[in-house]
């Protein structure tokens, strides 16, 4: 970059001026970059270079530079952990799975935001977003955007053979085997989920507790508190795949995996989260307008509910700018923005209000619909071991899900395990 | 001693100094710092740090997933080391006995060598997808790669083999090149029959560089990460977890410094170790030779 030219430094003195407060600008009065990491966003048209120019606009003499993440969210989560550690990260604001804020906010790497939000700031988002932001009665990030897990279903299906969505799992499982039988071809799968060894696993583990009326973490932070209940809930999952409700490669299945069987109609019922919708509903899908949604079943002694997910927007604390970096979050999370984002990036809204939006319902009719099941959505447990949580647990549950293990050799494996690991935390 | 002698010693002593120098850096230094670690609580998340003595090796001693995690990385490296170069001698010798279109052969063995871990995960990844993957496509199967505890690692070693496997062959091919055609004759001549002479002959000329080439793959193989953590992540019931993956998941995942590095400490005891019994071996042989 080259140096600043009179007239540049006139013209950026004025900006300042007329900017004023939001602008802080430094005694050498160059330009001010702010870096922000975020996943590469998908979708039909990205947004979010526009979004950026349009903040640069309002903010004269400053630069926002944007710089990708790492593909996979392992790979984003060590990006983090290496570069946080030491004491200037090189970037100012940066978007985190809503899983790693109190992790993150422990580890003081987040500027805590809790004196700079206004009030009521925060009533147009969803609560479980919010709730998802705050850890230790404070505020650590703005939410961006949002996830829950869903049933989909062949509506054609259930029509021909006489069905409403299942709102129990005995119900679906009855279903699968009448729809099956009936239709005769062996290409047809049940329910498809996701039961490989990864995150993605562990959040179907915690919509089958929850449907099971019980958890993964107790409030005082007992490893599954109801061990019986807990049980049962594996042994549910298991008897899907054994029995054939699910077919045997569940165990291998990822998001994806399952979305291109359901999406090549080679399924009833899927769990899957919203995003999937843009591309069931596309044009040339073979399943398209053939799709129906719901929430996930429940009836175990539980209510089914789908796991929260989606991303938040936090300030490194070591940031040079931090009243321009919120300013940045503040416009990102904002109703412009996230409409934008809606729009071209198939990313959904963390604000409630957009989902009742005449312009975003007339280009996606299922968002009313998505606004109530995204409602009724429920958080992951929110600690700063949840990770640590994760990893220990996934062998465990997946050894389960294959066959390996009991249940409850698993339940008890497991929380041995985290017992070592949670009480050097301390 | 001779005066003389002790001046050579001293000369080679300080030649050998900025080596020795370069690699306490580099080496020493950061290895004393993982062993100094992973005898600690330290988990910069909670601002825990505290001298933890030898507790995460007793815990790595009783814990089923470490133990499994060995073997994982012994069962890997067995197969996969042993199935390069058997499948590599082939190779080469089909290389070097073609008479057309070798260039081409061996540009397109390079290939797989060339590509990056990752992409040869993801690329097996639709090789081995239960209903369109290629593999389930030829055998008329619809087998459970990747989901299956029994499928998975076999799954893991093929792709690693596919990867690697050039890297043996090339050794083995310019080794090949070099025995002269003279050699090969005579024992024609004396009646040997093709596998006699490869037996006989070719064999026993490979040995030396089909040694090194196992050392640099057994090393590698000790260290396995990424082809597994991209294709299985370590599951089906962490039947393809080996140590490095182990290591990482202590050390990036829970964040738990000292755990992570005392896997980290057991890998590298592991390396040196056959490394050293390589060497062993290795010079054992130039010795009788």
């Known amino acids: 970059m080259g140096g600043l030219s009179p007239g540049g430094l006139a013209l950026l003195l004025v900006s300042a001026l007329l900017a004023g407060g939001c602008t802080e600008l430094a005694p050498h009065a160059g330009p001010i970059t702010l870096v922000l990491k975020h996943a590469r966003i998908l979708g039909p048209a990205d947004p979010f270079p526009g979004l950026l120019r349009e903040f640069e606009a309002a903010h004269p003499g400053v630069r926002v530079r944007s710089e990708s993440l790492p593909w996979s969210s392992d790979e984003q989560h060590q990006f983090y952990v290496v570069n946080l550690e030491g004491q200037s990260p090189g970037f100012d604001v940066m978007m985190l799975d809503v899983i790693w804020v109190p992790e993150f906010a422990r580890a003081g790497w987040l500027l805590d935001l809790t004196d700079r939000v206004r009030p009521q700031e925060f009533a147009a988002y969803f609560p479980s977003t919010v709730a998802a932001a705050t850890w230790s009665g404070r505020v650590w990030a703005f939410p961006w955007n949002m996830n829950v897990g869903l049933l989909y279903y062949r509506r054609d299906l259930l029509a021909k053979h006489g069905f409403q969505p299942p709102v129990t799992w005995a119900a679906l499982a009855d279903q699968v085997r009448r729809i099956r039988a009936a239709e005769g071809d062996p290409t047809l799968e049940g329910y498809l989920w996701q039961g490989k060894q990864y995150e993605g696993m562990i959040v179907n583990v915690l919509e089958a507790l929850w449907a099971h009326g019980t958890g993964l973490l107790g409030d005082d932070g007992t490893v599954f508190p109801e061990p019986e209940r807990a049980a049962a809930a594996l042994g549910f999952l298991r008897r899907l795949i054994a029995t054939g409700v699910s077919p045997s490669w569940t165990t291998a299945a990822d998001e994806e995996l399952s979305r291109r069987a359901f999406g090549d109609g080679h399924a009833i019922f899927l769990r899957n989260w919203p995003y999937v919708l843009n591309l069931l509903e596309a044009p040339g899908s073979r399943v398209r307008g053939r799709v129906g949604l719901a929430p996930l079943p429940g009836g175990v002694g539980g209510v089914g509910a789908g796991s929260t997910g989606g ?31 809606a729009a071209g990036a198939a990313l959904y809204p963390t604000r409630t209000a957009l989902y009742h939006d005449p312009a975003l319902v007339a280009g996606n009719p299922w968002l009313p619909r998505i606004h109530d099941l995204m409602l009724a959505g429920r958080p992951r447990p929110v600690t700063p071991s949840y990770l640590l949580l994760s990893t220990t647990l996934q062998p465990e549950l997946s050894a389960v899900l294959v066959g390996l293990k009991s249940e409850r050799r698993a339940i008890i494996d497991a929380r041995r395990r985290l017992d070592y690991f949670l009480a050097s935390n301390r | 001693m001779t005066p003389r002698e002790r001046a050579d010693r001293r000369r080679g002593l300080l030649l050998l100094a900025p080596t020795l120098a370069i690699l306490g850096v580099v080496t020493v230094y950061p290895g004393a710092w993982v062993l100094w670690l992973s005898l600690q609580h330290r988990i910069p998340v909670f601002g825990v740090e505290r001298f933890a003595g030898v507790s995460h090796y007793a815990f790595l001693a009783g814990d089923p997933r470490f133990w499994s995690a060995v073997w994982t990385t012994a069962v890997f490296t067995a197969s996969s080391v042993t199935l390069e170069l058997v499948l590599g001698v082939l190779v080469a ?145 962490g039947t393809t977890e080996t140590l490095t993956v182990y290591a990482y998941r202590g050390l990036f995942q829970m964040l738990q410094l000292g755990f992570g590095s005392a896997v980290g400490v057991v890998v590298f005891a592991l390396v040196m170790t056959v490394a050293w019994a390589y060497v062993r071996l290795l010079s054992a042989e130039e010795s009788r030779a």
Do not use: C
Request: no cysteine; charged share 15%.
């Open chain 2, 93 to 237: 010798l089909a290389l070097a006995g073609q008479r057309r279109g070798r260039h081409l052969a061996f540009s397109l063995l390079l290939l797989a060598w060339a590509m990056p871990a990752v992409v040869t995960a993801k690329l097996f990844e639709w090789l081995y997808h239960p209903a369109a993957g290629l593999l389930n496509f030829l055998l008329g199967a619809r087998l459970n790669w990747l989901g299956d505890p029994g499928l998975a690692l076999p799954a893991v070693v093929l792709a690693d083999v596919w990867r690697t496997l050039p890297f043996v062959a090339v050794l083995a091919y310019a080794r090949l090149l070099a025995i002269p055609a003279e050699l090969v004759e005579a024992a024609q001549v004396d009646g040997a029959g093709r596998a006699a002479t490869f037996r006989h002959v070719t064999l026993p000329l490979l040995r030396r560089i089909l040694a090194i080439a196992a050392l640099f793959r057994t090393l590698d193989a000790l260290r396995a990460f990424d082809i597994m953590f991209v294709l299985t992540g370590g599951g089906p019931a």
């Open chain 1, 311 to 341: 991303s938040h927007l936090g300030i490194a604390r070591g940031t040079a700018h931090p009243d321009l970096a919120l300013a940045l979050v503040r416009f990102l999370t904002g109703e412009r923005a996230e409409r934008a984002m």
